[in-house]
């Protein structure tokens, strides 16, 4: 069996499938977490928090990332209770590096090599757009620019601000030994409170002045590559970003801080990257993106947060992917 059959039969065999809209698209209807059901179901609950963490998955990986910034790279506390060149352009260096390392990466391999071809692509169309209504008339460099210039900045200002909190006892720090139980709970908690927090948020950006001015940097971006994500306004980005100041009231540790850090920065490249999986191999796959902010992208009065807290279902907002949905929810946009 050759590649390419494999990879057909990886689209076509799952409950999921093509369609008319879709190259590829995941069960319809897409599903909230099953923690905020009426009557929430234990075994559903663990399944969910087990697929989102275990064995090895996008969250694990950024908490990866966070313990080994926090054990081996980052300066200790002591030479963070000033503002300094020194420690910060170190900061900014990093958060430049692992921006530029992840997204290039995903680009490349995704959409430039097209390494696996069209095998969990949500849209027939590649995002190499060339249009004037981006920075130099180019898609990519529009999202680069405004990702490395805005965005790492405005996220290197934001952790510093957190590590000189820190350093000078402005903001509640928590460690394992003391209350293990909730240093484990945080962190998909942080999950929630980026879902309320990204919600609220969102749809003051679609508020229209803020579309106009800010948000619609964002929308530029109908076909989304890995690069779009983070290709924001700063304004936005300042928004967006003030998730993290939840450590500044509730006790955390710098792990927590950082793992939020990633979730909200790297995060938004593999949740634009277009795809729902990296294949590995011919059978495996990684899950990296969530067709939820694909319709979005796609019809703009819908899912406004993600699928950790029904925010959208609550104030009638949600797209579950089926026809009858999308109907109801352009005929409201008229
Ligand atoms: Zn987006
Ligand atoms: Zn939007």
Redesign the pocket.
Known sequence: MNNSTTRDELVIGTSAGTSKNWNWHPDIPIKYSPLFEPKPKLLEVVRWFGQAWLPLTELTCYLLIAIVVWNWVQPPLSETTEFTFDWIGAVWARNLGMMILLTTFLHLWLHRWQKQDKAFRYLHKSPTEKHPKFLGGHQVRDNIFWTLASGVTLWTAYECFLWYSYANGHAPLVMFAENPIWFVLWFPVIGIWFSFHFYWV?RF??WKPMYRHF?SV??RNITTGPWSGFSMHPVEHVLYLSSILIHLVVPSHPIHMLFHAYFLTLGTSTSHSGYQALLIGNSSKFVISSFFHQL?HRY?NCN?GNTELPMDRWFGSFNDGTTAATRKLLKERG
């Open positions: 969102h950006l679609h948000h964002h929308h979005h703009f406004f």
